[in-house]
């Protein structure tokens, strides 16, 4: 009898251990999960704001280039050596989908 009960204790002792460390296992598991996830966050945010920054310079970018697009005239053309052509040609697609090369004259 006396050995029934002690198998018993020790039965419960080994169980009541590994639900303590099956606890501990999981809450250390949580621990990762919840700094990782914190982790993400803030990196989610670091993106936001480079990704802000980079907005903001391409907005920059794309103004100056209307900006010096809409500068340039026929004079500032004629300035940088540029000419009228006296011949023009240029490719031009017809109705049975080749191309052909046209000459105004």
Do not use: C, P
């Not at 006396?2 to 598991?29: M, Q, Y």
């Not at 966050?41 to 990704?51: D, G």
């Not at 050596?81 to 046209?102: C, I, M, P, T, Y």
């Amino acid at each position: 009898m006396a050995t029934k009960i002690l198998k018993k204790i020790h039965k419960e002792k080994v169980l009541v251990w590994l639900l303590s460390l099956s606890i501990a296992a999981s809450f250390i598991l949580y621990m990762f999960l919840v700094n990782g996830a914190v982790l993400n966050v803030v990196a989610r945010e670091e993106v936001e704001n480079n990704l802000a920054t980079l907005n903001a310079q391409v907005s920059e970018l794309e103004f100056e280039y209307i900006s010096l697009k809409n500068s340039i005239t026929i004079q500032y053309a004629y300035d940088r050596g540029f000419e009228d052509v006296d011949q023009v040609a240029f490719a031009e697609r017809s109705e049975s989908s080749s191309l052909s090369l046209n000459t105004r004259e």
